[in-house]
């Protein structure tokens, strides 16, 4: 194995896969899984008639990274291999394209559309290919795309249709799955391997060169006391019992401590039931409480003037939409307390002193003759945002020659990134033109970012993949891994309960590990079984609950000031993709703003404006032009809601409404609005 330049330990783990076994490698970040992934598709290639590998990434940016980095400077001499992701032109002819390459690296929902889609040119079966790699396999479960792509194939094996792809998972962590007790552990660490039909590895014989190439950093606790007086967030506190005291809380209703996520909780769901009740007045307070509890949350662990200015933001946005006296009282509240909000927000004496121990931690590491590297991990896109202008006007740490980028998810809208934007900004960080990340979970898991001497988790509360993945960033010699906390904080204690469940995890993989071949394969087919049955009976009561309503019996409403603007038989769904208002009088309720800027192109569409409640400005999503003809409002679920005889209701996505929306046809649209062209 000496071409791939494997080790011992990678070696051993890859045994039971050449021998065409369902294996899933368990290695830690760093240990090489992918390189290790590499080699069993070489040896499978060169010894399987008609081989077909695919690779199934759980994140776009990972597509272009497995295929540049590892997949083809190995295996591009001798076989044909492509890179499909949502951007690539080739998803459109994803079969022909499968079935011309040796190795395809694409996203699951590449594959899971493939599997679905009836059209020849994008269908793809199972049989087709031989070997499939799913990175990152601990995902595979519930109802992820991972877990979608593999019940295709546990149906097909429980119905004994083969030939079936032998399946490769790689990861760093299966997880306890939430489990604090060993059995409840086993359960789910082979929960994980049926779901992916495989057998759990890692190495035996070669635990100390494994340490040895993959060290573990040294962990700090950097905790600071609690703040003695925080004015601010008293008056953010009073204000927040003003509103309390004006929306006439419903006496079933027992809100829990202000500041604490809990608390959004609640009013997430006193919103909600003031939207289902048409109670305007308890659906708006709950939504501005929501904001001064963020306010709070933010002032817990970044600036006073980060909290002030996220409410400022706000309330400068509704400041222009208020509509009824409930929203002149939260908006004159604002403006009555704003001044000296603003006054309490720029004294120093009462800033956040986890700002000042995170400055300290970082100084330790960072100094103008020191070649350091780090990543400072975050909460929310919001955090790292600020965090990022806090370096930046940070005389300290400029005097130490900190040069900090942002890292956070691709996406649409101004706080996410571009794919480009990520590649450029890996890149910087490689070449040390920036020496500090400052990133969301995005950086966590998968992404190939060079070796780190210091890794900080700051307001995060994570489960202990996540912190697994986070604390493997940090791959130097004599590297950190700190957490800057407040002394007996919620962070701390989830730190330590994270550490018990990695050993938790570790116990139940031994245990799993340790059962013999007819034990194992008992216990995985009965789950199986169990999962097949789950998910008919699921699906039946999607469809149970898709045909409870007729489309034209359902009215959507303006979530924020709840008058009707459309019915449920204007919508159609566009390229199993867009949920899209067909009817041309849509018109008359909203309005249009700015144009959306995509960075990437799409071959049948392109956006148009965004759209706007005409009555209250509340943001509805954009137009969309369709093949050049058609003007079609691309609507969000979650700025709207649905009155149906049963009563008004919210829901989180379009696939959850309680009625059938039926495909978009480009040929009904253009005889409806262009009728000349159809005598």
């Known amino acids: 194995m000496a071409d791939l330049g494997l080790r011992s330990y990678q070696e051993e783990v890859v045994e039971r896969a050449l021998q065409g076994e369902n294996i899933i490698i368990w290695l830690p970040t760093g240990g090489g899984k992918t390189r290790a992934a590499v080699y069993v598709a070489k040896r499978h290639l060169e010894t399987t008639p008609q081989a077909k590998v695919v690779v199934l990434v759980n994140k776009v940016h990972l597509v272009d990274q497995h295929y540049n980095k590892e997949f083809k400077p190995h295996l591009g001499r001798d076989y044909t291999l492509v890179a499909v992701s949502g951007e690539s032109k080739e998803k459109d002819f994803f079969g022909p394209v499968v079935k011309s390459s040796h190795v395809v690296i694409c996203t699951a929902q590449i594959l899971y559309n493939a599997l679905t889609n009836t059209e020849e040119t994008k269908h793809v079966e199972l049989s087709d290919i031989t070997l499939l790699i799913i990175d990152e396999c601990h995902h595979t479960h519930k109802d992820s795309v991972y877990n979608k792509v593999m019940a295709f194939y546990v149906e097909k094996k429980l119905k004994r249709e083969h030939p079936l792809p032998q399946i490769l998972g790689l990861t760093a962590s299966p997880g306890s799955g939430g489990a604090k007790i060993l059995k409840k552990a086993v359960d789910h660490v082979l929960e994980i391997c049926s779901n992916l039909d495989s057998a759990i590895v890692s190495t035996k014989n070669y635990v100390s060169e494994l340490q040895q190439n993959v060290p573990r950093p040294v962990k700090t606790f950097d905790i600071v006391e609690k703040r003695l007086e925080d004015p601010f967030g008293d008056h953010l506190k009073s204000m927040m019992q003003m509103i309390h005291e004006y929306m006439n809380i419903p006496p079933d209703v027992t809100l829990r401590e202000c500041g604490t996520q809990e608390y959004e909780a609640d009013v997430v769901i006193l919103e909600q039931r003031g939207v289902r009740?048409?109670?305007?007045?308890?659906?708006?307070?709950?939504?501005?409480?929501?904001?001064?509890?963020?306010?709070?949350?933010?002032?817990?662990?970044?600036?006073?003037?980060?909290?002030?200015?996220?409410?400022?933001?706000?309330?400068?946005?509704?400041?222009?939409?208020?509509?009824?006296?409930?929203?002149?009282?939260?908006?004159?509240?604002?403006?009555?307390?704003?001044?000296?909000?603003?006054?309490?927000?720029?004294?120093?004496?009462?800033?956040?002193?986890?700002?000042?121990?995170?400055?300290?931690?970082?100084?330790?590491?960072?100094?103008?003759?020191?070649?350091?590297?780090?990543?400072?991990?975050?909460?929310?896109?919001?955090?790292?945002?600020?965090?990022?202008?806090?370096?930046?006007?940070?005389?300290?740490?400029?005097?130490?020659?900190?040069?900090?980028?942002?890292?956070?998810?691709?996406?649409?809208?101004?706080?996410?990134?571009?794919?480009?934007?990520?590649?450029?900004?890996?890149?910087?960080?490689?070449?040390?033109?920036?020496?500090?990340?400052?990133?969301?979970?995005?950086?966590?898991?998968?992404?190939?970012?060079?070796e780190c001497n210091l890794v900080v988790r700051y307001g995060l509360l994570t489960n202990e993949i996540a912190q697994q993945q986070a604390s493997g960033r940090a791959r130097a010699r004599d590297s950190q891994y700190s957490v800057v906390a407040e002394k007996g904080g919620k962070e701390v204690k989830r730190e330590l309960i994270n550490e018990y469940l990695e050993d938790l995890t570790k116990k139940a993989i031994a245990e799993v590990q340790e059962m013999s071949v007819q034990e194992f394969r008992t216990k995985i087919t009965e789950l199986q079984k169990e999962a097949a049955i789950f998910r008919k009976i699921t699906e039946a009561h999607k469809v149970e609950k898709r045909s409870r309503n007729t489309a034209d019996s359902v009215q959507l409403l303006c979530r924020n000031c709840l008058k009707s603007v459309a019915s449920g038989s204007d919508i159609k769904l566009l390229e199993n993709a867009h949920y899209v208002n067909v009817n041309p009088d849509f018109q008359k309720h909203y309005k249009v703003g700015g144009e959306v800027m995509l960075e990437k192109s799409f071959e049948d569409w392109e956006p148009g404006r965004t759209i706007s409640c005409s009555k209250c400005n509340q943001d509805w999503g954009f137009e969309m032009k369709y093949k050049g003809v058609a003007l079609l409002p691309n609507l969000a679920i979650k700025k709207l809601a649905l009155k149906t005889p049963e009563g008004t209701t919210t829901v989180k996505k379009w696939k959850d409404v309680p009625f059938t929306v039926e495909d978009f046809s480009f040929e009904e649209y253009c005889q409806d609005n262009f009728p000349d062209l159809f005598d």
């Open 277 to 450: 009740e048409g109670n305007r007045l308890l659906a708006q307070c709950a939504l501005h409480l929501r904001q001064y509890n963020d306010a709070l949350l933010i002032n817990d662990t970044l600036r006073m003037m980060d909290a002030y200015r996220s409410l400022e933001l706000f309330y400068d946005k509704k400041f222009i939409t208020a509509i009824d006296g409930t929203d002149f009282f939260l908006v004159g509240l604002f403006q009555e307390n704003q001044v000296e909000l603003q006054k309490q927000a720029r004294d120093s004496r009462y800033e956040n002193p986890k700002m000042g121990q995170l400055e300290s931690t970082l100084l330790k590491q960072f100094g103008p003759s020191v070649n350091s590297k780090g990543i400072l991990f975050s909460k929310t896109r919001k955090s790292i945002h600020c965090l990022h202008d806090w370096v930046l006007h940070n005389k300290a740490l400029q005097e130490a020659g900190i040069k900090a980028a942002i890292l956070t998810g691709a996406g649409n809208g101004g706080t996410y990134m571009t794919q480009n934007e990520q590649a450029d900004t890996i890149r910087n960080f490689r070449h040390d033109t920036v020496n500090l990340l400052i990133s969301t979970s995005v950086a966590e898991e998968g992404l190939d970012i060079p």
